[in-house]
């Protein structure tokens, strides 16, 4: 006679057949999911439900999702964790949709810049700096790029684009150097 299988826990038809890779709150704490998880969940509502808050950016604006990425696992395969103090941007294509040759983990400056209302490229940024650098005047420098006139001062500042203010002043010592030579 064959001992008896040992009881185990009750598993709903819904749970079964599901792949655990950590990230969901039922295997965290209660309530808790990681920053990965959240990111991915929140690309799916995005572009899933019409009528939501911003779906006329979204759904309604027929940004769709790679369907490999249906499944959390290929998600995480494909961009990996999410580093700390970054989200989910969709680029170089902001009008493009959510698949692995168009998305990456973006900090809030990076998503700043990549937006529809950006008027500035980091080149233009450059090129403002300069100009800053070279003595012209920030409302001048606004009008030739359709920005409020605080924004060159901000560049020149190193306030807005600080990455863009030291290429412009690495720019202006490399001259300097040859000038001298």
């Known amino acids: 006679m064959t001992p008896p299988e040992p009881l185990k826990p009750f598993q709903s038809n819904r749970s079964k057949g599901r ?16 920053g990965t998880y ?37 998600f995480l395969e494909d961009m990996g964790e ?3 103090g970054t989200s989910l941007d969709r680029w170089p294509d902001m009008r493009g949709n959510y698949e692995p040759g168009n998305c990456r983990w973006a900090t809030a400056r990076e998503q700043a810049r990549n937006t529809i209302r950006t008027k500035l490229t980091f ?7 300069t100009r800053r ?3 012209e005047p920030s409302a001048t420098i606004a009008r ?15 306030r807005a684009w600080p990455d863009a203010l030291a ?4 720019a202006w010592n490399r001259r300097a150097e040859e000038g001298r030579e």
């Open 19 to 34: 792949i655990k890779h950590g990230h969901t709150s039922r295997e965290l704490l209660p309530g808790k999911e990681t």
């Open 38 to 74: 959240q990111s991915w969940r929140a690309m799916r509502v995005r572009c899933r439900l019409a009528g939501r808050c911003n779906s006329d950016r979204y759904k309604d604006a027929g940004i769709t999702r790679d369907p490999r990425w249906d499944s959390f696992a290929a």
């Open 82 to 84: 999410r580093p700390l």
């Open 123 to 129: 080149e233009k940024a450059v090129e403002i700096a």
């Open 133 to 135: 650098l070279n003595g």
């Open 144 to 158: 030739d790029y359709g920005v409020s006139a605080n924004t060159p001062r901000e560049i020149g500042k190193g």
């Open 167 to 170: 290429q412009a002043i690495a």
